[in-house]
């Protein structure tokens, strides 16, 4: 079982009663400490000559590291355990996100302006002339995020209804970082023709659309065929989001090694959404040396079953991911945990780049090989070097909906990465830094001026 440091993904609120007495809480402490519980907040409750009331808050690595850690409580003598909550589900609680009017109603004027009989003549005006619905309307800054919840996270195919926690969060970090309406869209479907039949009949109301945790090989069909059949922004964010900082990242961190990305050889772990559009578009940055892997090892041309995409990059001899390894410069998994091991990593050219995104346990756990790898990254919090897509799809959105962009091209993604890597000054990058804090507030206001540049230069952008 592997060591995972706690997180608050995994969160406790205990309310505990104590006695009154000196020592008392430092046995708690010390048996959460025991078990490799992380304290936060202590909060007191209420205090007599008797007893002492107190909120402990306990951040865990998993659910049954939560129980160990409740066990280790119960154990002491003189401690009553009142109650405890899961915090992540109390946040989730009657769900995370709500619509607010951005204008008051405060009389019947403002009704009659907003409202009958004032907006039959709003209604007119884009009858009459259909570009106004992005000046008049909620359309100019707001994305329909859908999804068929057939690839959850990495949880699978769970369906719409479990999906809608996700597409909740996805909306939060749209609005909060980008102050763009995102509404949470999923499917009770998974067949392709009808994803694109719905969300063609529902884009009257909004100005692009990401798609979210929609399975490999139909979430290409869907993105190509939408993108050739509608003229707003279709982002599948497992396949570009994931790309562009990823680009971002290892922009930074060939700096610190001093290799070129036309001279490197890259093995990527994992051939679904993300895999794929990571090997193409490092491909249009001139990273030619690729390797392919997924559950089976090498993606080659001898093997057979092999969908369009992999076809497309297949190489020609096979292997193991370990043979692929062999004199590589850069590993990057986006694909199971603990696949990767310090003895692959040192088969590796000198000063390897380890990306294992893997998530909530990557592919190799960062403190095994921080003596062999010149950088590694991954996708949790927890660690340096979180490359996460925070980083690219509210500022990918916030340029292309400024100059109303017909659709995104792969040179937008280039230059949104190059945009990212640019916020890690020389003076501040090291091997623990190659990515800026998805709470840096610069970052998607520098996506997006490189967006809308990228747009503009291309023909694509209508403002």
């Given at each position: 079982?592997?060591?995972?440091?706690?997180?608050?993904?995994?969160?406790?609120?205990?309310?505990?009663?104590?006695?009154?007495?000196?020592?008392?809480?430092?046995?708690?402490?010390?048996?959460?400490?025991?078990?490799?519980?992380?304290?936060?907040?202590?909060?007191?409750?209420?205090?007599?000559?008797?007893?002492?009331?107190?909120?402990?808050?306990?951040?865990?690595?998993?659910?049954?590291?939560?129980?160990?850690?409740?066990?280790?409580?119960?154990?002491?003598?003189?401690?009553?355990?009142?109650?405890?909550?899961?915090?992540?589900?109390?946040?989730?609680?009657?769900?995370?996100?709500?619509?607010?009017?951005?204008?008051?109603?405060?009389?019947?004027?403002?009704?009659?302006?907003?409202?009958?009989?004032g907006v039959g003549r709003i209604c007119k005006a884009i009858a009459e002339k259909?570009?106004?619905?992005?000046?008049?309307?909620?359309?100019?800054?707001?994305?329909?995020?859908?999804?068929?919840?057939?690839?959850?996270?990495?949880?699978?195919?769970?369906?719409?209804?479990?999906?809608?926690?996700?597409?909740?969060?996805?909306?939060?970090?749209?609005?909060?970082?980008?102050?763009?309406?995102?509404f949470p869209i999923c499917l009770a479907t998974q067949d392709v023709e009808e994803?694109?039949?719905?969300?063609?009949?529902?884009?009257?109301?909004?100005?692009?659309?990401?798609?979210?945790?929609?399975?490999?090989?139909?979430?290409?069909?869907?993105?190509?065929?939408?993108?050739?059949?509608?003229?707003?922004?279709?982002?599948?964010?497992?396949?570009?989001?994931?790309?562009?900082?990823?680009?971002?990242?290892?922009?930074?961190?060939?700096?610190?090694?001093?290799?070129?990305i036309d001279k490197i050889r890259v093995v990527i772990n994992g051939a679904g959404?993300?895999?794929?559009?990571?090997?193409?578009?490092?491909?249009?940055?001139?990273?030619?040396?690729?390797?392919?892997?997924?559950?089976?090892?090498?993606?080659?041309?001898?093997?057979?079953?092999?969908?369009?995409?992999?076809?497309?990059?297949?190489?020609?001899?096979?292997?193991?991911?370990?043979?692929?390894?062999?004199?590589?410069?850069?590993?990057?998994?986006?694909?199971?945990?603990?696949?990767?091991?310090?003895?692959?990593?040192?088969?590796?050219?000198?000063?390897?780049?380890?990306?294992?995104?893997?998530?909530?346990?990557?592919?190799?756990?960062?403190?095994?090989?921080?003596?062999?790898?010149?950088?590694?990254?991954?996708?949790?919090?927890?660690?340096?070097?979180?490359?996460?897509?925070?980083?690219?799809?509210?500022?990918?959105?916030?340029?292309?909906?400024?100059?109303?962009?017909?659709?995104?091209?792969?040179?937008?993604?280039?230059?949104?990465?190059?945009?990212?890597?640019?916020?890690?000054?020389?003076?501040?990058?090291?091997?623990?830094?190659?990515?800026?804090?998805?709470?840096?507030?610069?970052?998607?206001?520098?996506?997006?001026?490189?967006?809308?540049?990228?747009?503009?230069?291309?023909?694509?952008?209508?403002?």
């Amino acid at each position: 079982m592997t060591d995972l440091t706690p997180s608050s993904s995994f969160s406790l609120a205990v309310h505990l009663e104590l006695l009154n007495r000196a020592g008392a809480l430092a046995k708690v402490t010390n048996a959460i400490a025991s078990v490799g519980g992380s304290l936060g907040n202590i909060t007191l409750i209420e205090r007599n000559l008797q007893t002492v009331k107190r909120e402990l808050q306990i951040d865990a690595s998993s659910s049954d590291h939560a129980d160990k850690i409740l066990d280790a409580i119960k154990s002491l003598e003189d401690v009553k355990i009142l109650q405890v909550s899961d915090r992540t589900f109390e946040l989730h609680k009657g769900g995370k996100i709500r619509i607010e009017n951005r204008i008051e109603i405060k009389n019947s004027s403002d009704l009659a302006m907003a409202y009958t009989p004032g907006v039959g003549r709003i209604c007119k005006a884009i009858a009459e002339k259909p570009e106004e619905v992005f000046s008049l309307t909620i359309k100019s800054n707001s994305i329909a995020i859908v999804t068929d919840g057939s690839a959850v996270l990495g949880l699978g195919n769970l369906g719409a209804e479990a999906a809608l926690p996700v597409m909740e969060g996805k909306a939060m970090l749209f609005k909060g970082f980008a102050d763009i309406d995102a509404f949470p869209i999923c499917l009770a479907t998974q067949d392709v023709e009808e994803i694109i039949s719905i969300v063609k009949n529902i884009i009257p109301v909004f100005g692009g659309v990401n798609l979210e945790d929609i399975a490999a090989p139909r979430c290409f069909e869907i993105e190509k065929r939408l993108q050739e059949e509608l003229d707003v922004p279709i982002f599948h964010d497992d396949q570009h989001g994931t790309a562009i900082v990823t680009m971002a990242a290892l922009i930074n961190a060939l700096k610190l090694v001093s290799k070129e990305i036309d001279k490197i050889r890259v093995v990527i772990n994992g051939a679904g959404a993300a895999g794929v559009a990571i090997a193409r578009l490092l491909n249009q940055a001139q990273c030619y040396n690729i390797t392919l892997c997924d559950s089976k090892g090498i993606i080659s041309k001898d093997r057979e079953n092999l969908n369009a995409e992999k076809q497309l990059l297949a190489v020609e001899k096979g292997g193991t991911l370990a043979d692929a390894l062999v004199d590589a410069d850069v590993f990057i998994g986006v694909s199971a945990p603990n696949i990767l091991t310090p003895d692959m990593v040192k088969t590796m050219a000198k000063d390897p780049i380890i990306f294992a995104m893997a998530n909530p346990i990557p592919e190799i756990q960062p403190e095994l090989i921080k003596d062999i790898a010149a950088v590694v990254a991954t996708g949790r919090s927890d660690y340096p070097n979180q490359i996460n897509n925070v980083l690219a799809f509210p500022g990918i959105f916030r340029g292309a909906l400024d100059c109303r962009a017909k659709g995104l091209t792969t040179e937008m993604y280039l230059q949104a990465a190059s945009a990212i890597a640019s916020l890690v000054s020389t003076e501040e990058l090291n091997k623990e830094h190659i990515v800026p804090s998805v709470f840096d507030p610069r970052v998607a206001t520098v996506v997006a001026e490189a967006v809308k540049k990228a747009a503009r230069e291309a023909g694509v952008a209508r403002n």
